[in-house]
């Protein structure tokens, strides 16, 4: 047998991912889909928050895109950790929940240039507008970003690694759109 075909744990359990282990989180660079994920969230609910004609609440926008994305993390950490439920001690189940929540702090992490943004919209009483476009074009390219990075972390060349950029910013400029057409 080789690596993959390896049995994990015990016989009447399924096997786990290669490298997955006994402990929930994450494989080589899965732990960057909380960065899209968040990005993703927070990109829908800077487009979502605000509407044309209604007073321009960044501070409370900005508790809300913090709020859901903690909460997010937090559903899709205990998510995670029921799937992957295993009769061990209690003990050992409230460690793996814990660690499984841990991992979720990308999410919640990628969330915050949005929240930032919107503070400083606040602090600086800048135009709803334009933090929305801002918000939305930056939220843009670290999509862009996460989706290159993660495919050169996983061994894409260059080019592919690019198109996969491309293909996640393709999800920031659907928003845009959206944003557009809804408003």
Do not use: C
């Not at 793996?96 to 503070?119: F, K, S």
């Not at 930056?138 to 996983?154: D, E, I, K, Q, S």
């Amino acid at each position: 047998m080789n690596e993959e075909q390896q049995p994990h744990g015990r016989a009447d359990q399924p096997a786990l991912p290669s490298g997955a282990g006994s402990r929930p989180g994450r494989r080589g660079a899965d732990w960057m889909f909380g960065g899209v994920y968040g990005t993703v969230l927070a990109s829908a609910l800077l487009a979502a928050l605000h509407q044309k004609g209604e007073q321009f609440t960044p501070y409370y926008d900005a508790s809300w895109v913090f709020v859901t994305a903690a909460t997010a993390g937090l559903a899709h950490g205990y998510s995670h950790h029921m799937a992957s439920h295993r009769g061990e001690s209690a003990g050992h189940r409230w460690r793996m929940l814990v660690l499984a929540l841990w991992n979720e702090w990308p999410l919640i992490v990628a969330a915050l240039p949005t929240v930032l943004l919107l503070v400083a919209a606040g602090l600086f009483d800048w135009d709803a507008y334009a933090v929305n476009a801002v918000g939305l074009g930056v939220n843009t390219a670290l999509l862009f970003t996460w989706g290159a990075l993660v495919a050169l972390r996983v061994g894409y060349r260059l080019g592919s690694a690019l198109a996969i950029g491309m293909a996640d910013a393709t999800i920031g400029l659907a928003i845009i759109v959206a944003n557009a057409v809804i408003k």
